[in-house]
């Protein structure tokens, strides 16, 4: 009997393995969009930028990690860049959506908050969230860089012309979503700090405004 239930966690393990091998592997073959996502948001960062992030339930812890991750760096040495979470004032976030309905909480506070040479980042585990959707949308049109990460086909937020750089975590499987994109913005803050340690090309970059 032991030796049957050992043998089953055994294959358990190998099919737990095997379902987050392929989104990894697509993961990697987006790298060159990874790439042009940290050059973009080092940019803006340079201008005196700072990131927004938000998501709802545990796209909104991912949100407060990824600001955290930028404002004090875990790694000695490296530089602190502006971020804040949309999702971290619950006072804000509950008074707006009894006022304005829960599809406004984000935009809401990027209206007030936010200026054209900031970063909106948003997460959504399925790409399905309007208020999510409807704050990248107003960011874009604030002249914000406009970041999502969504997962399975990447929803209509992917699909959104509103977002410049759609980053997709391809599972349907929740879980494995979430360790893609931890993944993803941990390589968000790593290459955003590569670009800052070549700082005459970023300077030039960020010195070209769109007129």
């Known amino acids: 009997m032991a030796q049957r239930l050992t043998e089953r966690v055994q294959q358990a393990a190998i ?7 392929m989104p990894a592997r697509l993961l990697a073959d987006d790298a060159e969009l990874v790439a042009a996502t940290c050059h973009d948001m080092a940019v803006r960062f340079a201008r005196g930028g700072k990131l927004i992030v938000f ?16 404002v004090h760096p875990v790694i000695v040495g490296k530089r ?20 304005l309905g829960f599809d406004e909480v984000f935009t809401h506070q990027l209206r007030l908050l936010a200026g ?30 406009t970041v999502a990460l969504t997962g399975g086909d990447g929803g209509p937020i992917a699909a959104s012309g509103a977002v410049a750089h759609p980053l997709v975590a391809r599972s349907d499987d929740p879980r494995i979503v979430k360790e893609v994109h931890t993944t993803i913005y941990h390589i968000l803050w790593e290459l955003v700090h590569v670009f800052f340690e070549h700082p005459g090309l ?9 007129t």
């Open 15 to 21: 099919g737990a393995m095997a379902r987050r091998a």
């Open 80 to 99: 602190a860049l502006p971020a804040l979470s949309l999702t971290a004032d619950a006072p804000t976030v509950t008074g707006v959506a009894r006022q």
């Open 116 to 145: 054209p040479d900031d970063i909106a980042l948003g997460i959504s585990s399925d790409g399905h969230c309007a208020n999510v959707l409807r704050a990248l949308e107003a960011a874009a049109g604030r002249g914000l860089l």
């Open 55 to 70: 998501g709802n339930g545990g796209p909104a812890t991912d949100a407060q990690h990824l600001a955290v991750e930028f």
């Open 202 to 210: 970023l300077e030039r970059a960020a010195d070209r405004r769109p």
